[in-house]
């Protein structure tokens, strides 16, 4: 059993690194311990037992206050499971604006096809926006040695007056072409939407989510989980009011998965991307479908918690067969 077990974690991490999560990236915080750390993560380079906990706020009913219509600004929103994100946000009613960062304008006869078929367009016509957004002018304006200057006018106001935000990018580094790029989009450019949510909607950003990956580690040897790893603990760092890391396994894409993916959701199986992307705005705006993912073991410090494939699969509604 010994010998199956480490031969499925090998297999998920070669997977991982070969086909990654793929949302969207065109181009001090959080990590979970390794596999079999004895109900033990990892939170801020220090050891933690795994028990559950509820942040502040938080009871069976829900957190103590919930604003009703609010805003949520979604990057890596053309990307597998930013696109589902944007679909469930559009048609959830708990939610009256959709800003959508894209790395080119998309006008809205195209939104359709950007998003897919499960766009309610009629929802979208009022409620989304999409903004393009120059990542590396974001990179440069956010890092430590950034020049002086001016995010555009129409960016900045982009980032402002949100509730929630949804982080979804990322790539591969076969994809980005070398490990310099990926860690460019998959850390680099988290980090600058992450400063830049903060900065433009510090007085009214409730509750940010991220997606990430099943064994995520700043501490990890290998490239994609390490990278993971490190962004996680760069978001948690921000000190967001409350902050969710999904972290899912092998994600099936349907059609779209490539052949290393079907081969692999044949031996370990995959989480449906729209099960991730309804997971994330429903722990955003359904204070009963936060205490679910509770009820159903995700274990965090204050103000941070983590959901894997069986708690996304918990909080999402049930897929309908065709």
């Known amino acids: 059993m010994a010998r199956v077990a480490l031969v499925c974690?090998?297999?998920?991490?070669?997977?991982?690194?070969?086909?990654?999560?793929?949302?969207?990236?065109?181009?001090?915080?959080?990590?979970?311990?390794?596999?079999?750390?004895?109900?033990?993560?990892?939170?801020?380079?220090?050891?933690?037992?795994?028990?559950?906990?509820?942040p502040a706020g938080v009871t069976a009913a829900g957190p103590a206050t919930r604003s009703k219509g609010g805003s949520l600004i979604v990057a890596g929103a053309t990307g597998a499971i930013g696109r589902e994100v944007v679909c469930a946000a559009v048609a959830n009613a708990n939610i009256r604006r959709v800003v959508a960062l894209s790395r080119r304008p998309i006008p809205a006869s195209e939104?359709?096809?950007?998003?897919?078929?499960?766009?309610?367009?009629?929802?979208?016509?009022?409620?989304?926006?999409v903004q393009a957004v120059d990542w590396n002018r974001m990179n440069l304006y956010y890092s430590p040695t950034s020049p002086a200057g001016r995010l555009d006018a129409a960016v900045q106001a982009a980032f402002q007056g949100h509730d929630y935000a949804a982080m979804c990018m990322a790539t591969t580094k076969k994809d980005a072409g070398s490990a310099e790029a990926f860690r460019l989009c998959d850390l680099l450019y988290v980090e600058a939407f992450g400063k830049a949510v903060m900065a433009e909607s510090r007085g009214s950003i409730q509750h940010f989510v991220q997606i990430s990956s099943a064994g995520a580690s700043s501490t990890s040897w290998f490239l994609y989980l390490k990278t993971k790893g490190e962004a996680d603990d760069a978001i948690a760092a921000m000190g967001f009011p409350r902050l969710t890391i999904l972290r899912p396994?092998?994600?099936?894409?349907?059609?779209?998965?490539r052949f290393i993916e079907k081969v692999g959701m044949c031996v370990i199986g995959g989480l449906p991307v729209a099960s991730a992307g309804a997971a994330t705005v429903l722990s955003l705006v359904d204070p009963a479908t936060q205490a679910k993912a509770f009820a159903a073991g995700a274990s965090m410090p204050p103000g941070v918690f983590f959901l894997y494939d069986s708690q996304i699969l918990a909080i999402s509604p049930k897929p309908v067969k065709k």
Do not use: M, Q
């Not at 991490?13 to 959080?30: K, M, S, T």
């Open 111 to 129: 939104w359709r096809s950007v998003f897919g078929a499960g766009l309610d367009e009629t929802a979208a016509a009022t409620k989304l926006t």
């Open 9 to 54: 974690t090998f297999l998920f991490v070669v997977l991982c690194a070969a086909a990654g999560h793929e949302n969207g990236c065109e181009a001090a915080g959080c990590s979970s311990g390794a596999a079999g750390d004895g109900g033990y993560f990892h939170y801020l380079g220090e050891r933690h037992a795994t028990v559950p906990f509820i």
């Open 249 to 257: 396994g092998l994600l099936d894409r349907g059609d779209k998965a």
